[in-house]
């Protein structure tokens, strides 16, 4: 079983920054791919990043520019550094690890843009 610990969320105006942070435990196994993804009120949960064992980085086009993700490899813990915030970020944001013991999810934090 894997345990997520996910945290960085908030409240936080319109041009602002937040970073997300997301360690995982327990039976992982090998991870391939780390990502970040969200789901606004009633909409579909979309992809916002990717980044792959080897470093290599994908974004959604909605935030490209202002949101960067990492990753610590050798602490299982995935970032995501978000900048120039808008109304529009706001969603529950969850961690996802794909592993060689297949897909699993964080449990979610909430991150909301407004003044």
């Known amino acids: 079983q894997v345990h997520f610990v996910e945290s960085g969320g908030g409240l936080v105006q319109p041009g602002g920054s937040l970073r997300l942070s997301c360690v995982a435990s327990?039976?992982?196994?090998?991870?391939?791919?780390m990502g970040w993804y969200r789901q606004a009120p009633g909409k579909q949960r979309e992809l916002v990043a990717t980044?792959?064992?080897?470093?290599?980085?994908g974004y959604a086009d909605a935030v490209k520019g202002r949101f960067t993700i990492s990753r610590d490899n050798a602490n299982n813990t995935v970032y995501l550094q978000m900048n120039s915030l808008k109304p529009e970020d706001t969603a529950v944001y969850y961690c996802?690890?794909?592993?060689?013991?297949?897909?699993?999810w964080g449990q979610g934090t909430q991150v909301t843009v407004s003044s």
């Open positions: 327990g039976s992982i196994g090998a991870i391939y791919i």
């Open positions: 980044i792959t064992i080897g470093g290599s980085t």
């Open positions: 996802n690890y794909y592993t060689s013991r297949g897909d699993n």
